[in-house]
């Protein structure tokens, strides 16, 4: 039965979907409906459907938006977080991060059906289609490339290197540029679509890049992002923008310009993580996504320009903007919005809310919320959402410039090291290097107790206030709430292992390494051992700073270190290499300097830990 304008017929199935399992979809305990968790969002080019990335379902929904409805949804794969729309509308393509895979979809009388799958490499994120609907380009962040795809035989036609974690891609209309952000590098890679190869890669000197698009006119790319200032978390940096800031950047497609920014962040009520960007059509409104603070922020970029600076950024945002009525709007939304899509109408945008598990619809010239569409969700809400729903929430930080996710990104790391007070000390001038931190991996965190780099937290739900009330200089959490963000992170693992062989186990290089992380020589273990890797115990290791408070580090776990760089407590190693030739080799171990074949057996082992 069709529900093409049936809207009563529309709004029982997202009733159904909200309050029964759907096929494929049931948890372990057989009724479980999941949450959807949309991280990312398609329009097809008439504006007539829409598809969701549903990332904890691991599904794909098709929408229709102007009847509010949910017309299908399909199982996909692991952890979903990319989507894209053949420009004819007849399918479409998903990436699965954790399932290493993208599948393509047919989208035929309002039913999706999954047509193939292909593996493509590790964490697959960002998808774009070109226009002759065969061509596809997939960013695979855990290899640092771009792999390109033949949708019409399913097989992999190129793989192009480019910065650390590509994620968001974007192609020009005209299809002959295609946009990359290099999240961990901080930049934006520029490929030359014909001659699949890069031709220009400019720096942003910006963290956590999201969601990149390409204006109408092709000249410019936009993508929103962090950026870190690097100085200690007091409330009077913090509010200066001096630790960290929310950036709309803009990288010229067509010459040789550097990149140029505008800062989003008014001083009292800040943005924060900064998500998605969308252009409308007819170029006159820019919109940003902040899933930190619940909101969407609306830029006018016509008739007047915008006030950009180029190569570098304002600590706060541009006064003219706020000075102006109408340059610079604000639509509060609740949960989290990540990624956007303008209608052809230059004035609707569709919304990803996360944490709403649904569509929002917006009206951008009135700044107004107009519509939810509900994709489905438990009744009720457990622990561990509540604590995932205050693990993103920058209303709970000082002036609201940060959350949890800010810098544990995806429950993760973004490889940046920041002056917390976490250590018991701080650099307020700015002026040590070794007073920052790295921002460790929160994945099997749960597991590897004692807490922080010295280990002096034994008390995960203690650690919890501690960064809510120092890391984030905001409200002291109840004691239900820490328990909450406890539960959370208690469901955050690794992906499976890349270095590892199809069948989970070592290579022969791996093989040979493991012995040597055993050996006298290396003595790895010593510190790194157990289930996590890890003792769990304070070790003096000759990294330590005159000034530290507490005495010793506690080692981390060596699981999944492949993708925990840079390395060390202060992130002096930029790589494995240089973590295990280095100071922390030599002064930590003591033992005899191994040879080269040694530490390249080493390095394989610790890879595929």
């Known amino acids: 039965m069709s529900t093409i304008g049936r809207p009563t017929l529309g709004y029982l199935l997202v009733a159904l979907l909200a309050t029964a399992p759907g096929p494929g979809l049931l948890a372990e305990d057989g009724g479980t409906v999941p949450h959807r968790s949309p991280i990312a969002l398609a329009l097809s080019a008439d504006g007539s459907r829409l598809l969701t990335a549903n990332q904890t379902a691991g599904t794909v929904s098709l929408v229709d938006p102007a009847g509010r409805m949910v017309l299908d949804e399909v199982a996909v794969g692991d952890k979903p977080a990319g989507v894209a729309f053949a420009p004819d509308g007849r399918r479409a393509l998903v990436a699965n991060w954790y399932g290493y895979d993208v599948a393509l979809l047919e989208v035929k009388d309002d039913k999706l059906t999954v047509a193939g799958r292909l593996e493509v490499g590790p964490e697959p994120r960002g998808v774009a289609i070109a226009g002759d609907g065969r061509t596809a380009y997939v960013a695979v962040g855990a290899a640092d490339e771009v792999v390109r795809l033949d949708l019409d ?12 974690e ?28 014909e001659g699949f190869k890069v031709v220009k890669t400019v720096p942003v000197e910006g963290e956590n890049l999201r969601q990149i698009t390409v204006a109408p006119d092709g000249r410019y790319a936009y993508l929103a992002n962090m950026k870190d200032r690097q100085f200690a978390t007091t409330r009077n940096n913090i509010d200066q923008g001096w630790v960290l800031g929310q950036r709309l950047t803009r990288i010229d497609l067509k010459e040789p310009e550097p990149y140029a920014t505008i800062s989003l962040d008014p001083r009292g009520k800040a943005a924060a993580d900064a998500h998605g960007v969308a252009i409308a059509p007819d170029g006159k409104l820019i919109i940003v996504s902040l899933g930190g603070t619940h909101e969407l922020m609306i830029l006018q970029a016509a008739p007047r320009r915008l006030p950009w600076r180029v190569d570098g950024s304002r600590d706060l945002i541009a006064p003219e903007l706020l000075a102006e009525p109408g340059r610079f709007r604000r639509v509060a939304l609740g949960g989290r919005p990540t990624e956007l899509a303008f209608a052809p109408d230059s004035k609707t945008v569709y919304v990803a809310n996360y944490l709403g598990d649904s569509v929002q619809v917006v009206d951008a010239e009135t700044a107004s919320l107009v519509a939810t569409i509900p994709l489905g969700a438990p009744a009720t809400v457990s622990l561990a959402r ?12 000082f002036n609201q410039w940060y959350s949890c996710n800010t810098c544990h990104s995806d429950g993760h790391t973004n490889g940046l090291h920041f002056d917390t007070l976490n250590d018991g000390r701080q650099d307020l001038r700015n002026t040590h290097e070794r007073s920052r931190k790295k921002v460790p991996t929160l994945r099997r965190v749960t597991q590897t107790s004692p807490w922080t780099w010295h280990g002096w937290q034994t008390s ?27 539960a959370y992170l208690e469901s955050l693992d690794f992906p499976r292992n890349p270095y590892r062989n199809p069948d989970g186990g070592l290579n022969a290089e ?45 080692p981390p776990s060596l699981r999944g270190v492949y993708d925990k760089y840079p390395y060390l407590h202060d992130a002096r190693s930029a790589t494995l290499r240089d973590a295990l030739s280095g100071p922390h080799s030599s002064e930590a171990v003591g033992g005899e300097e191994l040879s080269e074949q040694e530490l390249s057996d080493l390095i394989a082992y610790v890879k595929s830990l």
């Open 153 to 164: 035989a399913l097989k992999v036609t190129g793989r192009l290197a480019v910065g650390r």
């Open 166 to 193: 590509p994620r968001g891609l974007a192609l020009s209309p005209d299809g002959k540029a295609l946009a990359v952000g290099d999240s961990r590098s901080r930049e934006v890679a520029v490929v030359d679509v």
């Open 386 to 397: 509540r604590g995932e729903a205050l693990f993103h929430d920058a209303t709970r930080s």
């Open 460 to 486: 995960l739900e203690e650690a919890t206030v501690e960064s809510f009330t120092k890391s984030m200089q905001g409200t002291k959490p109840t004691d239900d709430e820490a328990r909450a963000v406890v």
């Open 510 to 554: 791996a093989e040979r390494g493991k012995a040597v992380f055993a050996s006298a020589k290396a003595a790895c273990n010593t510190c790194h051992s157990g289930p996590e890797l890890t003792d769990g115990k304070v070790h003096v290791v000759g990294l330590e700073e005159p000034d530290d408070v507490y005495e010793g580090y506690n």
